[in-house]
């Protein structure tokens, strides 16, 4: 009964390769996002998105991008990967601007 | 966008002790949340809080949102409130998005 469940926990990948992280909401809500934590634990939105807009931070690079199939799932995709997109990503769902909930991460190695 | 400042960036206490946490952002908010993010890296719900007092068992917030701060208090402090804690706040630019503070490990010692 995960509220915001994501897939995988870990992913370790070589650099160049081209990986997706998926992930689900059961809880009804309209609006989904992606966050990115670094490694000094700073948690930064990436993407918000419900089933009328997508808004992306101006920071993210254009290798990243949202894929909504409907309005339950948001999965990640992330092309040519680079050392420094090793991290932890968040996704996260919310009805309107009420209360968010997170996944439980995923960790993203590049090696 | 919104600045969103956590004070002490790090606490450690003596289990049993008392704790006061301290989330001030920079500008009128829809929406304030605290988080613990737990050793395990789980973000847990705390406190959805845009104004007011709430309480949760040993842990309660209040946020005066006319002052742009909230406060999260932490009661008899046990080993497994151990982590860190993050405030994050939504904007009024209407963009749905939760801007988080830097946070305030804690480390509570038997």
């Known amino acids: 009964d995960t509220a915001v469940s994501q897939t995988p926990k870990y992913l370790v990948t070589q650099m160049g390769n081209d990986k997706s992280i998926k992930c689900e909401q059961n809880l009804g809500h309209d609006t989904m996002y992606w966050y990115k934590q670094d490694s000094k634990k700073f948690l930064k939105i990436m993407f918000s998105?419900?089933?009328?807009?997508?808004?992306i931070n101006e920071t993210v690079p254009n290798r990243f991008s949202p894929k909504s199939p409907d309005k339950a799932h948001l999965n990640l995709h992330i092309n040519s990967l680079e050392l420094g997109d090793s991290a932890v990503y968040f996704c996260a769902s919310s009805w309107r601007d009420t209360e968010a909930f997170f996944g439980q991460g995923t960790r993203l190695t590049v090696v | 966008g919104i600045q969103v400042e956590q004070s002490p960036p790090d606490l450690i206490l003596q289990e049993g002790a008392n704790s006061t946490l301290r989330c001030n952002f920079s500008d009128s908010v829809n929406n304030l949340q605290w988080f613990h993010q737990n050793p395990w890296g789980q973000l847990i719900n705390l406190f959805y809080i845009p104004s007011g007092t709430k309480q949760n068992g040993r842990l309660s917030a209040t946020t005066v949102a006319t002052e742009r701060y909230s406060l999260l208090y932490i009661s008899s402090s046990q080993t497994t409130d151990s982590g860190v804690y993050f405030c994050?706040?939504?904007?009024?630019?209407?963009?749905?998005?939760?801007?988080f503070g830097t946070g305030t490990r804690l480390t509570v010692i038997p």
């Open positions: 994050a706040v939504l904007d009024q630019t209407g963009a749905n998005n939760l801007f």
């Open positions: 998105y419900n089933n009328k807009e997508l808004i």
